[in-house]
């Protein structure tokens, strides 16, 4: 089994006080230096998809595939068709960019649940709230994305309804270690 870790990061760039979200200064490096070392620390590869990849490439380590969408403006289902469609590993670890506190523990404790379980996909949630950021899903739901790409379908919930997927609250995450926070999204 191989994990690969994915960075949605497609859209037009955020800007915060001049300088792209990705780039902000974070601890010795950037937000997105940050998040890439922590998805290293349990994915065997990370891909990143961004409509900019040039403006990415020297920000990011070599070991980093930075990749476009296949489907150009299908939102974040758009990259992950991309990500998931090239990714290497069964299982993927899919984050948005701006995601810094990620947590190792939680990905691990996403993962075996989706595996003991067999769901296609787990994702945090919190109060009863889905987010997809931070969710582990199996390379074979490619099949499901061929299919919303198809008719140009673009919203996380119809990729929901083709799924057997299950949630994480925040209390069962805790359970196990993991601080609340280590989704959040800047």
């Given at each position: 089994?191989?994990?690969?870790?994915?960075?949605?990061?497609?859209g037009?760039?955020?800007i915060?006080?001049?300088v792209?979200?990705?780039?902000?200064?974070?601890?010795?490096?950037?937000?997105?230096?940050?998040?890439?070392?922590?998805?290293?620390?349990?994915?065997?590869?990370?891909?990143?998809?961004?409509?900019?990849?040039?403006?990415?490439?020297?920000?990011?380590?070599r070991?980093?595939?930075?990749?476009?969408d296949?489907?150009?403006?299908?939102?974040?289902?758009?990259?992950?068709?991309?990500?998931?469609?090239?990714?290497?590993?069964?299982?993927?670890?899919?984050?948005?960019?701006?995601?810094?506190?990620?947590?190792?523990?939680?990905?691990?404790?996403?993962?075996?649940?989706?595996?003991?379980?067999?769901?296609?996909?787990?994702?945090?949630?919190?109060?009863?709230?889905?987010?997809?950021?931070?969710?582990?899903?199996?390379?074979?739901?490619?099949?499901?994305?061929?299919?919303?790409?198809?008719?140009?379908?673009?919203?996380?919930?119809?990729?929901f309804?083709?799924?057997?997927?299950?949630?994480?609250?925040?209390?069962?995450?805790?359970?196990?270690?993991?601080?609340p926070?280590?989704?959040?999204?800047?």
């Open positions: 089994m191989t994990l690969s870790g994915i960075i949605l990061a497609g037009p760039t955020r915060v006080h001049g792209a979200l990705g780039l902000l200064p974070l601890s010795n490096g950037t937000v997105l230096g940050e998040q890439i070392a922590r998805m290293q620390c349990v994915c065997s590869e990370v891909v990143m998809v961004t409509n900019e990849p040039r403006a990415w490439l020297e920000h990011v380590p070991s980093v595939r930075v990749i476009t296949y489907y150009p403006e299908r939102g974040p289902l758009g990259g992950l068709h991309a990500a998931l469609a090239l990714s290497k590993g069964s299982e993927a670890w899919v984050t948005a960019m701006g995601m810094p506190l990620l947590s190792s523990a939680a990905a691990l404790f996403l993962l075996e649940h989706l595996q003991v379980f067999g769901y296609d996909a787990v994702f945090p949630s919190s109060r009863g709230k889905i987010s997809p950021y931070g969710g582990m899903i199996r390379r074979s739901c490619l099949d499901e994305l061929n299919g919303l790409m198809s008719v140009n379908e673009r919203r996380w919930e119809s990729f309804a083709r799924l057997r997927w299950a949630g994480a609250e925040e209390a069962m995450l805790a359970d196990h270690g993991v601080a926070g280590w989704n959040l999204r800047i």
